[in-house]
């Protein structure tokens, strides 16, 4: 995590605690658990909503290409996963202390 990674989790602290209901944040945090950490059915929804919100895909990155596919940990759809897991991580963490 960079200084631009924790200031995107922040604002979505924020967005998570003031814009969505108590449904929608306990949604989250369930999914989190029933796929073990693994926010992948997230991708095409709230994964993209960070890419596009955050400009992610505006930050140039190295590709580490495999196969032909780059599997570089600063491609965007990367990014997005780290963040969404780390977002949920520390979500849970504040939800089993309050």
Avoid at 10 to 15: A, E, G, L, N, S
Avoid at 70 to 97: A, F, I, M, Y
Wanted: some cysteine.
């Amino acid at each position: 995590m960079n200084e631009a990674h924790e200031a995107i989790i922040k604002d979505m602290q924020k967005v998570i605690s003031e814009e969505w209901s108590e449904d929608e944040q306990n949604s989250f945090y369930l999914m989190g658990i029933k796929n073990n950490g693994t926010m992948t059915d997230l991708h095409d929804t709230l994964g993209r909503a960070i890419r596009n919100r955050y400009n992610l895909w505006s930050i140039p990155w190295e590709p580490e290409l495999r196969d032909g596919i780059d599997w570089s940990p600063n491609h965007p759809d990367c990014v997005s996963d780290t963040l969404l897991k780390e977002l949920w991580n520390r979500g849970l963490q504040h939800k089993e202390t309050t």
